[in-house]
C-alpha cells in the first residue's frame, strides 16, 4: 500500500458506523455483540486517527431514528454510553481531545446525560484534537432548531455564516471527508449542512471489522481526489 502524505490528511472526517448488529446476525450473535465489538473498534479507531494527526473527527453514535430500535437494544446502547462516558474515553482524552456533542442529549437518562456534561467540562480547555460525538442528532433537526432559534431571535436576514453559528457544530471545521462502513452509499440524515463539499468513501466492511489498514486506505482515496468546491482548475 503507498504510504500516507501526513500533510494532506483532511482536516474533518466524519464517521457514519454501520453494520454493527448484521456484522454479529452474520455469525449467529445477539446484536448487542455486535455494538460491543464496535465500541472496541471505535475507541481503537480514533486513538490512531488522532495518533495520524487528524485534527477533528464527528461520529455519528446514535441517531434520532434510533430510539425506534427494539428497546433491550436502545437499553443495551444506553448501557454502553454510560460505560463509555465513565471510563473508555478516558483513553481518548489522553490525547487532548476535546469533547463536543450535536444533538439533544438531554433525551438520555438522567445519569448519562451528567455524564457527558462533565465531560464536556473535563476536556473544554484541551485544544490537540476536537471530537464530536453526534448523539440523539439528525440533521433535519439540527437545522430546523437553528431556524426556531433564528426566528426567537428576531433575525430578519442571514447568510450561511450567521446560519452556521446555530448548528450544534458552530465551532468545528467544515467536514472534509466521510466514511460509512457495512456498504451502504447514503449519509442518513448525518451532517447535511457540514457535508456540503465532503469527499464520500463507502466501505463494504462492517464496522466491527474495521480496522486501522482500511482507515490508512480510505485516507488514501482521499488525498488521491482533486477538490475543487465548484471552480475550474487552472490547467496552465
Request: aromatic share 14%; charged share 30%.
Amino acid at each position: 500500500m503507498a504510504k500516507l502524505d501526513l500533510n494532506k490528511l483532511p482536516k474533518h472526517i466524519g464517521i457514519i458506523i454501520d453494520g454493527n448488529g448484521r456484522w454479529a446476525i452474520k455469525r449467529g450473535l445477539p446484536r448487542f455483540v455486535g455494538h460491543d465489538v464496535g465500541f472496541d473498534t471505535l475507541i481503537k479507531i480514533l486513538k490512531y486517527a488522532f495518533e495520524l494527526g487528524i485534527d477533528t473527527i464527528s461520529v455519528f453514535c446514535f441517531s434520532t431514528e434510533n430510539w425506534n430500535r427494539p428497546k433491550v437494544e436502545v437499553e443495551h446502547l444506553m448501557q454502553l454510553f454510560r460505560k463509555a462516558f465513565t471510563k473508555d474515553f478516558e483513553e481518548l482524552y489522553k490525547y487532548d481531545a476535546k469533547l463536543y456533542v450535536s444533538g439533544d442529549y438531554s433525551k438520555f437518562p438522567e445519569d448519562i446525560a451528567k455524564k457527558i456534561e462533565e465531560s464536556l467540562e473535563k476536556t473544554k480547555n484541551f485544544k490537540s484534537h476536537k471530537l464530536n460525538l453526534c448523539l440523539n442528532y439528525g440533521s433535519h433537526d439540527e437545522i430546523i432548531r437553528a431556524v426556531n432559534n433564528i426566528i426567537k431571535d428576531d433575525l430578519k436576514q442571514v447568510d450561511a455564516t450567521i446560519f452556521n453559528n446555530y448548528l450544534y457544530s458552530k465551532d468545528l471545521p467544515p467536514l472534509d471527508f466521510i466514511i460509512r462502513s457495512s456498504g451502504e452509499c447514503r449519509l442518513s440524515n448525518f451532517m447535511l449542512w457540514q457535508a456540503a463539499y465532503s469527499e464520500f468513501y463507502f466501505e463494504k466492511t462492517p464496522w466491527p471489522a474495521y480496522t486501522k489498514r482500511k482507515l490508512n486506505k480510505a485516507l488514501l482515496s482521499y488525498q488521491n481526489r482533486e477538490r475543487r468546491f465548484g471552480a475550474i482548475k487552472d490547467k496552465k
